[in-house]
Structures are given as structure tokens and as C-alpha cells.
């Protein structure tokens, strides 16, 4: 069970990561490299929204199996 958690951990540890470098700042992000940037068209707002929404659940994994590898570690 521990190898199981410790597993998601690392992989939303790792889109987690990349989730939030996907966001465009003040100058841009690295989404301006995919093609994110750049227009005020009405997609780039929703793609952005599902980033955010993506972004979110990903830190909720993470924090999530944190707190279970501190239960799982204290047996």
C-alpha cells in the first residue's frame, strides 16, 4: 500500500510541476510555446480554466497522498 501511494505521489508531484509551468504569467509561460499565448481568442480562455481546474485536482492528489504517506509511515 505504501509503494502504491508513494507512486501517485511522485506522479502528481510530477504533472503538478508541469501543470503550473504550463501557466502564462506576465510575460508568458511556457503555454506560449504550445501555442497558448498570443491572441484573445475565446479558446485560450477556456484552455486556461482547464488548466486551472487540472492544476487543482493535481495539488489535491498530492496533498492528499502526503498526508496518507504520514499516516502509512508512522506503523
Known amino acids: 500500500m505504501l509503494y502504491i501511494v508513494l507512486v501517485i505521489n511522485v506522479i502528481s508531484m510530477v504533472a503538478l510541476i508541469a501543470g503550473i509551468l504550463m501557466h502564462s504569467g506576465r510575460g508568458g509561460g511556457l503555454s506560449d510555446m504550445f501555442g497558448g499565448g498570443g491572441g484573445a481568442a475565446l479558446g485560450s480562455t477556456a484552455a486556461e480554466r482547464n488548466l486551472n481546474r487540472i492544476t487543482f485536482v493535481f ?11 504520514s499516516f502509512l509511515m508512522m506503523e
Open 59 to 69: 495539488s489535491l492528489v498530492w496533498i492528499l497522498t502526503t498526508i496518507a504517506l
